[in-house]
């Protein structure tokens, strides 16, 4: 790997450390280079926080002073922002700073910079480079790529499975409604702190009545969910008990209380275009989708997921509810605990 690309690497490493905490803005790491020595970094913390531009040149002044900017390079894993939102642009500080080249790994998707930032630069005479490690940038924030280019969140398939294929029994017990070990659990909760919503239907929330909190995790909880088209669920369930924002769908009337709000969906819309599209004007920027196989093989049928995680534990159930079956790509395998993890990808 050439030096430059070790430089963008790190912007990767320190940007990924916002997992979790900047959406709906992406993850983005910065760090300014004089003479092949890294004189200050930094990374997006949290939505609504200086940038990571903002707290490298911060870094990097705090370390060797302001002198040693004009001679440097800075780089970015996404481009700097050029418009006034939480904080003022980056760009503009870049300039003011008079910082002379500037590294780019991804061109802004959002529509109110997509590539303004970088024209911004250029006029004010900076040497800019595009597209160092321009794939794996992507990667990384591929939530916030998706929900721009297809203006709807980025959906996170997960569900557990028997070896045998089965994800649920064919009568639901919730004391036996456990089929993987105590690490994939902790390790759900974990994702559900990474994303901004966790989605499930109708027959989930009445069979396994689940609180969908990150009990087992630091971090916050996820915007709760509910796909209740026909609007029977019981206001007793956990998922209405208004300790976390929680959004329900269904032909109900609207209405809104505290931490909760019942959302009317049309007889005559399409239902999940009207989730995903109101999702998306609410800014939630990916979903896990925790829900049963019919909110599954909806999503599935419908082409709308993005990476699905499958458990798959060492137990046979021999007749139940059939997990469902995704036509995507193996992009990865491990073991969490005496489970089998498998990440697949959309074919296209």
């Known amino acids: 790997m050439e030096l430059n690309e070790q430089f963008m690497q790190r912007c990767l490493e320190l940007a990924e450390n916002g997992l979790g905490h900047t959406a709906p803005?992406?993850?983005?790491?910065?760090?300014?280079?004089?003479?092949?020595?890294?004189?200050?970094?930094?990374?997006?913390?949290?939505?609504?926080?200086?940038?990571?531009?903002?707290?490298?040149?911060?870094?990097?002044?705090?370390?060797?002073?302001e002198h040693l900017l004009k001679e440097s390079t800075l780089y970015v894993n996404l481009e700097p922002c050029s418009h006034h939102g939480k904080t003022p642009p980056c760009a503009d500080l870049v300039i003011a700073r008079g910082i002379p080249k500037v590294v780019?790994?991804?061109?802004?998707?959002?529509?109110?910079?997509?590539?303004?930032?970088?024209?911004?630069?250029?006029?004010?005479?900076?040497?800019?480079?595009?597209?160092?490690?321009?794939?794996e940038g992507a990667w990384l924030n591929r939530r916030f790529f998706t929900f721009h280019t297809k203006k709807r969140p980025f959906m996170l398939i997960k569900f557990a499975q028997t070896e045998d294929g089965f994800i649920a029994p064919e009568f639901p017990d919730p004391a036996k409604r456990w089929i993987t070990g105590p690490d994939a659990r902790k390790l759900v909760h974990q994702w559900r702190t990474q994303e901004s919503g966790i989605m499930i239907g109708s027959n989930t929330a009445l069979n396994d009545n689940p609180l969908l909190t990150a009990r087992e995790w630091p971090g916050?909880?996820?915007?709760?969910?509910?796909?209740?088209?026909?609007?029977?669920?019981?206001?007793?369930?956990?998922?209405?008990?208004?300790?976390?924002?929680?959004?329900?769908?269904?032909?109900?009337?609207?209405?809104?209380?505290?931490?909760?709000?019942?959302?009317?969906?049309?007889?005559?819309?399409?239902?999940?275009?009207?989730?995903?599209?109101?999702?998306?004007?609410?800014?939630?920027?990916?979903?896990?989708?925790?829900?049963?196989?019919?909110?599954?093989?909806?999503?599935?049928?419908?082409?709308?997921?993005?990476?699905?995680?499958?458990?798959?534990?060492?137990?046979?159930?021999?007749?139940?509810?059939r997990a469902p079956q995704l036509p995507g790509n193996l992009s990865a395998k491990t073991r969490i605990g005496g489970d089998e993890l498998t990440y697949l990808l959309p074919s296209v």
């Open 104 to 135: 780019i790994g991804n061109v802004d998707p959002f529509e109110k910079v997509q590539g303004q930032g970088i024209r911004k630069l250029q006029e004010a005479g900076i040497e800019v480079t595009t597209g160092m490690l321009e794939k």
């Open 220 to 321: 916050r909880n996820p915007v709760r969910i509910v796909i209740d088209r026909e609007g029977r669920l019981p206001r007793s369930l956990h998922v209405f008990d208004q300790q976390v924002p929680t959004l329900a769908f269904s032909h109900r009337p609207p209405s809104k209380e505290h931490h909760l709000e019942f959302i009317h969906v049309p007889n005559e819309e399409d239902f999940l275009e009207v989730v995903l599209r109101e999702l998306h004007q609410r800014n939630l920027l990916s979903v896990l989708v925790e829900g049963g196989t019919r909110l599954l093989n909806l999503l599935i049928e419908r082409n709308c997921w993005d990476e699905a995680r499958i458990f798959i534990a060492p137990k046979k159930m021999e007749r139940g509810i």
């Open 25 to 65: 803005n992406p993850m983005v790491g910065c760090v300014i280079v004089h003479q092949g020595k890294i004189l200050g970094e930094g990374y997006h913390r949290s939505y609504g926080g200086p940038h990571a531009e903002v707290n490298a040149i911060a870094d990097a002044i705090k370390r060797h002073g």
